[in-house]
């Protein structure tokens, strides 16, 4: 049977350019293709969800898919199909056990591999939820945030809160400018209408004089400045940290809840070209990589 596919699609987000650094993907919920399982022991399912297909050779024996296993595919695929939300409860184990016709420990130890995988969440007293919509990010390549949300047939939005020339000096030492102003933009990208990303960031003007012209809304910073001036290199920190009231509210984020935040300084030849804080609600983003 088909699913309905990809619940959760991959974001990516972050400067992008000839540079490998950072990217950030979602994390998708699992898609399966499985039969479906009747409370006769799920012995159905044994039969008809084989690895190889219907059409592998008779001669080979087929073999049987543990309980536990057609259990959490179950799980998987009313997820991935919408049946079960996000952050919504699913049946008890109890439940689970009459539907299945299997031992308490076999669903135990299917709900228990689903919560480490973070496909459910589990609440002591309460019952077990489907887990909220992640993404992950990896500190390997740097993207661009509008292309990666296209690239899924989503909608990328952009709220320019601030575009202004500025004297701090924390952002002056940053890009290596003995005086002022350098050029600041403060930026709220969201996916679908769902804010995923804080850019906060200072850019060079010798690099960049006409970046206060831009029309951010439009065209993000990150694929202005990399199609005038590709990047050479960069450098970054990723910390775990609490926003403050201010990128909380613009991000929708509950009190109290942790960022993602990462630093990042960029170079174009010998100039700095740009400093830049992205804030990511923790619930929605977890980092990972491959080197």
């Not at 350098?182 to 006409?210: L, M, T, W």
Request: charged share 25%; with cysteine.
């Amino acid at each position: 049977m088909q699913t309905s596919g990809e619940r959760a699609t991959r974001l990516r987000t972050g400067e992008s350019g000839q540079s490998k650094h950072t990217v950030y993907y979602p994390r998708t919920t699992h898609e399966v293709d499985v039969n479906t399982i009747t409370n006769t022991n799920a012995q159905t399912a044994d039969t008809q969800d084989r690895p190889d297909g219907p059409d592998r050779n008779p001669e080979t024996p087929a073999k049987a898919m543990p309980a536990y296993e057609q259990i959490k595919r179950y799980v998987i695929r009313r997820i991935s199909e919408g049946d079960w939300k996000p952050g919504g409860l699913i049946p008890s184990e109890t439940e689970l056990v009459k539907e299945f016709g299997v031992a308490r420990m076999t669903v135990s130890r299917a709900l228990r591999e689903l919560t480490t995988e973070r496909v459910l969440t589990r609440v002591q007293g309460s019952g077990t939820f489907v887990a909220p919509q992640r993404y992950e990010s990896t500190v390997l390549e740097i993207r661009n945030i509008a292309d990666e949300i296209a690239a899924r047939g989503h909608r990328h939005s952009a709220r320019v809160l601030t575009l202004e020339p500025s004297d701090d000096p924390q952002a002056l030492e940053a890009l290596g400018l003995a005086s002022g102003p350098a050029f600041h933009s403060c930026i709220v990208h969201s996916e679908e209408g769902e804010p995923i990303q804080y850019e906060d960031r200072y850019v060079n003007p010798k690099v960049f004089p006409d970046y206060l012209q831009q029309d951010f809304t439009v065209e993000t910073p990150n694929h202005y400045m990399v199609r005038l001036a590709p990047i050479q290199r960069a450098e970054f920190r990723i910390y775990a940290q609490k926003p403050d009231a201010y990128v909380r509210r613009h991000l929708m984020m509950d009190i109290g809840e942790p960022c993602l935040q990462l630093w990042r300084r960029t170079w174009v030849g010998d100039d700095v070209a740009t400093s830049v804080q992205l804030w990511h609600p923790a619930s929605r983003f977890h980092l990972a990589g491959n080197v």
